[in-house]
């Protein structure tokens, strides 16, 4: 059973940098296979992708110039740098795994993390 658990801060002030660590047990991040990603959900709103590790790394377009995704292969971690945040930057933080197979699917999930960007 793959289980993903999300960590760090839970708040941050405005201009800072975000970082969150996602420690994945059950399943290697190593498998490029998979696509290590993580998601947020601002208060009131939907779910919104924000980038992925796999072979490569995906940033979200309106993201990309703040954000960088890494792993860390001898922790079985992958890691998630949001920079020059803003309270719009407010959320729940997952990190999840995803496949593709003709569509991409989500099949495991973090519990989520509440960053909350406030001075």
């Known amino acids: 059973q793959v289980q993903l658990q999300e960590s760090g801060p839970g708040l941050v002030k405005p201009s800072q940098t975000l970082s969150l660590t996602c420690t994945v047990s059950?399943?290697?991040?190593?498998?490029?296979?998979?696509?290590w990603s993580w998601i947020r959900q601002p208060p009131g709103k939907g779910l919104e992708w924000m980038g992925a590790?796999?072979?490569?790394?995906y940033y979200s377009p309106s993201l990309k110039s703040r954000t960088s995704i890494s792993r860390d292969t001898s922790k079985n971690q992958f890691t998630l740098q949001l920079s020059s945040v803003t309270p719009e930057d407010t959320a729940v933080y997952y990190c999840?795994?995803?496949?593709?197979?003709?569509?991409?699917?989500?099949?495991?999930w973090g519990q989520g993390t509440q960053v909350t960007v406030s001075s």
């Open positions: 999840a795994r995803a496949y593709y197979s003709g569509t991409y699917t989500y099949d495991y």
């Open positions: 059950g399943g290697s991040i190593t498998t490029n296979y998979y696509y």
């Open positions: 590790i796999a072979y490569s790394t």
